[in-house]
Nanobody, 121 residues
Framework: VQLVESGGALVQAGGSLRLSCAASGFTFDDYAIGWFRQAPGKEREGVSCISSSDGSTYYADSVKGRFTISSDNAKNTVYLQMNSLKPEDTALYYC???????????????WGQGTQVTVSS
């Protein structure tokens, strides 16, 4: 199982970024892909999740209305479109995969290495 994130960058507040999570080594359609983030000195936070099986999505309250998760099953890739970025969105963003069990709030066993997002004020 391999998950590779990309798309992180330095951006000004109010700007946008699109993160990608390219997956391989498992049956993509059976899994949920989650995006998490961790800022220095803070606990890891679940940001969003999508089921590649039925398209169910989840968003943390802190990103609702600003972030959009989507999945391209043909490419085994999940995207996180991040708009109206704020300095508090600065973090290392990870994607993770777990067999879809009907809920996003679950333990994820497969993790990528992360991509850095920095939002300047």
């Amino acid at each position: 199982v391999q998950l590779v994130e990309s798309g992180g960058a330095l951006v000004q507040a109010g700007g946008s970024l699109r993160l990608s999570c390219a997956a391989s080594g498992f049956t993509f359609d059976d899994y949920a892909i989650g995006w998490f983030r961790q800022a220095p000195g803070k606990e890891r936070e679940g940001v969003s999740c999508i089921s590649s099986s039925d398209g169910s999505t989840y968003y943390a309250d802190s990103v609702k209305g600003r972030f959009t998760i989507s999945s391209d099953n043909a490419k085994n890739t999940v995207y996180l479109q991040m708009n109206s970025l704020k300095p508090e969105d600065t973090a290392l963003y990870y994607c993770a995969a777990e067999i879809w069990s009907g809920i996003c709030n679950t333990e994820y066993h497969y993790w990528g290495q992360g991509t850095q997002v920095t939002v300047s004020s």
